[in-house]
């Protein structure tokens, strides 16, 4: 089945500053990648995907690159505010469904 | 927010016992899914349905069942719990194909088993 790697587990920025997480998949077929976030005590949210014919995607603060050769694909939030303070999950879309990575716990510091 | 609504949110039993979650949605949605989140392990699929008495197995599907009497209502079954099973379930709801589509969660079942 697809394997999806996520790093860093845990990041910690200043608010203001920028975040960077990264994730690679191992099934070169996958061509839907979403970006799922979880605050405290609730169920996960979407909010960004990409699909494979594109290689960027911005909504606001929020942005997303996919490099489909390397495998790899990344989440980049600019410009951080508290109520980014969150975990974060990418996916991969497989033949039975998504695959996540383990999330990364994104700590806003004021 | 999708119309997606767990039951029970919380339940405490012991080892051996039998315990059914319950997912009903209002959105008439075809697929539905039952997912297990546990630290360091992220979100991991148990089982789907893509329709009405049509279900299937995902990555941790040992020592759970599942079933689809009606389009609204998706059941998770565990017949005899374990401690491995604390967990907290997370049920999601697609319209969309298998080639993607964006998920909606429900606010989750926390599950303990003593």
């Known amino acids: 089945g697809e394997n999806v790697e996520q790093h860093p587990s845990t990041l910690s920025v200043q608010e203001g500053d920028s975040a960077v997480i990264k994730c690679t998949y191992s099934d070169s077929a996958s061509n839907y990648f979403p970006w799922y976030k979880q605050e405290l005590g609730k169920g996960p949210q979407l909010i960004i995907d990409?699909?494979?014919?594109?290689g960027e995607k911005k909504d606001q603060r929020i942005a997303v690159t996919l490099n489909k050769t390397a495998k790899h694909f990344s989440l980049h939030i600019t410009e951080t505010q508290p109520e980014d303070s969150a975990v974060y999950f990418c996916?991969?879309?497989?033949?039975?469904?998504?695959?996540f990575g383990k999330g990364t716990h994104l700590i806003i510091q004021p | 927010d999708a119309g997606i609504t767990q039951s029970p949110r919380h339940k405490v039993t012991e080892t051996g016992t039998p315990v059914t979650l319950r997912c009903h949605q209002t959105e008439n949605h075809r697929y539905m899914y039952w997912y297990r989140q546990d630290p360091g392990h992220g979100l991991r699929l148990i089982h789907y349905?893509?329709?009405?008495?049509?279900?299937d197995k995902g990555e941790v599907s040992d020592g759970y069942s599942v079933s689809r009497s009606k389009t609204e209502d998706f059941l998770l079954t565990l017949e005899s719990a374990t401690s491995s099973q604390t967990s907290v379930y997370f049920c999601a709801i697609s319209s969309g194909s298998r080639s993607g589509g964006e998920l909606f969660f429900g606010e989750g079942s926390r599950l303990t088993v003593l």
């Open positions: 349905s893509y329709g009405v008495k049509d279900t």
């Open positions: 990409i699909r494979s014919n594109v």
């Open positions: 996916a991969v879309q497989g033949a039975d469904g998504l695959t």
